[in-house]
């Protein structure tokens, strides 16, 4: 990961951020959904993390973890960017869905927001219909983000 990070260092100037990834029960994902790995990797890098909340809703659902603890563990103070959408189960396993945020989500954020140090980017994971999108940033202006 210090490689890979130094190497786009010397290409790139500008902000990383590194996102979390969703939690399977398989062997590619052994350590690296669990919340001292991310913070680790984020901290000793000096990068920021993009926190998608369905990622980490499946996470912690996945792993047998209340989410708000998992949030709670991730490094929220280094959060430059938010991911909101909404997982579902699909053949009986959490899946990023891609769906509308629900208020599950939206509870989610709220808990996220009170702990972090300066006002994220959130970007709207949903495609299906793009009426519904404007109204999901809507909904998101009640924040009052100025990154929204």
Same mark, same amino acid.
């Given at each position: ?39 680790? =990797?984020?901290?000793?890098?000096? =990068? ?63 808990? =996220? ?19 519904? =999108? ?15």
């Amino acid at each position: 990961i210090r490689q890979r990070i130094k190497f786009i260092r010397e290409k790139f100037h500008g902000d990383i951020a590194l996102e979390n990834l969703n939690y399977f029960p398989t062997s590619a994902y052994t350590h690296v959904c669990e919340s001292d790995f991310i913070s680790d =990797v984020v901290r000793d890098n000096e =990068v920021y993390m993009v926190l998608d909340i369905a990622h980490a809703i499946i996470s912690a659902n996945n792993m047998g973890i209340d989410k708000y603890e998992y949030l709670s563990s991730l490094p929220l103070d280094r959060v430059k960017e938010i991911h909101m959408s909404a997982p579902g189960k699909k053949d009986g396993e959490w899946r990023d869905l891609h769906e509308i945020p629900s208020q599950e989500e939206y509870r989610a954020l709220d808990f =996220v927001l009170k702990h972090l140090c300066e006002n994220p980017y959130i970007v709207v994971e949903y495609y299906k219909n793009m009426e519904y =999108v404007q109204k999901i940033y809507e909904e998101l202006n009640r924040y009052e983000l100025y990154n929204t």
